[in-house]
């Protein structure tokens, strides 16, 4: 319609996911089927910006698509307004409990933390889907608990550890995907110990070990933490760098 009016506009995408991902379930359902693929590649064409969030969806995204690199723009993602979404659950008193805050899906291995919960019976482990909550229930589950764990096999971003973190939650994350270059190394495990069941079986030990000294000493960790959501807050949960590339296009 702009081309017919003869009006000058720019188009940008921004990209979460998509079947270029083997462990996404498009990726898992779909797959590398050329309708998906090349619609794919269209609507990248198409747009003058495309935006991600992480340079791990960027690297992941170009093993798929010979493309213009110069189109790609790695900006986070525009959520600062969490911080103050989440003010008033900051400061709760913490109960010993762990979050599974992921969808259950066979790329986030749920049956992981179920086995950890079954060996785990001190602490409370909770897989919140199981549950009906709403936001403001989440929320204070959020608030209450010390802990979020990922054993995820897919995630380009991962926004249920950034708000943990901005209410004192200590996030658990494996040494892959996006959580590799967003993770401090105080909150990243080897990524062996969860690649799958028998890994995960085979280094249950230095996991449950891991999940305890976290827990037990829940306060020591606290700096660092204050430190890790100060650099997801500046580096992957804001949108200045969007709103740049926007206002001077």
Known sequence: MAELLN???????????????????????????????????????????????????IDLFLKSFD???????????????LENTLDSYKNMQKKDMILFPHRMAPEKQPE????????????????????????????????????????????TLGISWYEGALVDTIPMMPDRLSYKEMALDKFKYPSEWTKNMDTYKEHKHKLIKSIDDYMENYQKYLPKLKQQTKKLANNYFSGQKLYGIISNA
């Open 67 to 81: 493309i213009d690199k110069n189109k790609i723009y790695q900006v986070g993602w525009p959520m600062e307004y």
């Open 112 to 155: 992981i933390f179920q086995d950890l919960k079954d060996s785990l019976p001190k602490y409370e482990l909770v897989f919140c889907q199981d549950k009906t909550l709403s936001k403001n229930d989440y929320y204070n589950m959020l608030g209450e608990a010390k802990m979020v764990f990922s054993a995820n096999l897919q995630e």
């Open 7 to 57: 009006l000058k506009i720019k188009i940008g995408g921004m990209w979460h996911a998509g079947s270029y991902d083997p462990q996404d379930f498009l990726g898992r359902l779909i797959g590398d089927k050329p309708w998906v693929r090349h619609s794919e590649q269209a609507m990248f064409e198409s747009f003058d910006h495309n935006f991600f969030a992480s340079q791990f969806h």
